[in-house]
């Protein structure tokens, strides 16, 4: 077994030269908006109050809560623990992240341009080049790591510039105090997918952002038992049409599934620092592996977006991308011998997952839009949970080494590029 123990005592996340932690978040995340005189009970947990409709007491008079797609006593406890997380003034809660980001069409019209980064989750690209553009809109895409672009990409109807920081599965940066600098010269919304980082890692909203989005899938529920978004926003406007949206496309999810997720939240800053010393000590052990060809990790000082990354974020999520030297055959030979990592989609639970997204997550983007983002065969995104480093790290360097085993005739075959005729 690879022993990584002494590289896990020198990973400092406290003094790693990104922004300071918000002080006092686990306090909010076991308190806000769950005070026991909400409820007769004076229950400590928030109860789970699974009732579709509420009595009126005489014809029309709303005392509160009136059908359960409109609101519901738990899922406003867990609105009201992220707007607090946040400090925004709107928060709602959709059944799932892709729900969440669908309300985005619902605040534009038919000849309203979009901006969005190449590097993308695979689900937002369709719904923007699919569902978007039928209904009339315009679809710019732009390199998220190029600020000028987004200048440059801006006409007469741009509405929304939506971007990824990190982005999914590349893990490339977008510098959101300058991209907002942009937006708001031109009263354009920019709405940030904060999914890959939680509201612990990065505030977009205090960077200048519009609109703060996730997968609550994710991270911010950390037990991968859920399906859940979420759009957080300042503007009373939008907050009013956001709202609007979520009551009559009507994509809510269970009172129970938000317990889960309130369940989650108490968790997330210790979740996160696990996270982080786990991805950053396998990061520095995978560049260092012949097999591997390169590591983008927001921790390394390898990073090309790395200054940015700390910054505007309080350190980085347990997501790696991976580039094997080879393509689809190495990718396929290391993905099947991995045994403690699960080859899966998803990411941001306790467990490691590994996927290569050139054939899952976003196999159904036009190709060439996927090797000019980055996304190639070889390409691995890891989502690093939280077992033993040493455990991952043995696991990894056991499936990498399989890729060059996996060749017969003696010699590895140079870089094992697609090219190769050795049988596998």
Known sequence: MVDSKKNCDTIDIFNSGFLPFPKHFTTTCIHAAQEPEKWKSLAIVPPIIMSSTFK????????????GRFNNPTRETLE?????????????IFGSGMG?????LGLLKAGDNIICTEDIYGGTNKLFSEIAVPMGMTLTYVDPTNTSEFAKAVQPKTKL??????TNPCLKLVDIQEVAKIAQKNNIIL????????IYLQRPLDLGATICGYSLTKYMNGHSDIIMGCM????????KRLQFLQMTIGAVPS???CSQVIRGIKTLEIRMHQHMINSLTVAKFLESHPNVDKVAHPGLP?????DIAKKQMSGHSGMIALYLKGGVNEAKIFLKALKIFTVGISLGGYESLAQAPFFMTHALIPEEQRRRAGIVEGLIRMSIGLEDPEDLIADLNQALNKMTQGHTGGEACGAMSNRCRCSH
């Not at 510039?161 to 990190?166: F, N």
């Open 161 to 166: 510039i939506w971007v990824e920081s990190p």
């Open 232 to 239: 957080v926003v300042n503007d009373d406007v939008l907050g």
């Open 255 to 257: 009172p129970f599934d």
């Open 56 to 67: 009126q007491p005489e014809p029309g008079q709303i005392t509160g809560y009136e059908y």
């Open 191 to 198: 709405g940030v997918d904060n999914t890959f980082a939680s």
């Open 302 to 306: 390898s990073h090309p977006q790395h």
């Open 80 to 92: 009201g623990i992220i707007k607090t997380l946040h400090g925004a003034k709107y928060a709602y």
């Open 100 to 104: 969440a980001f669908s309300s985005l």
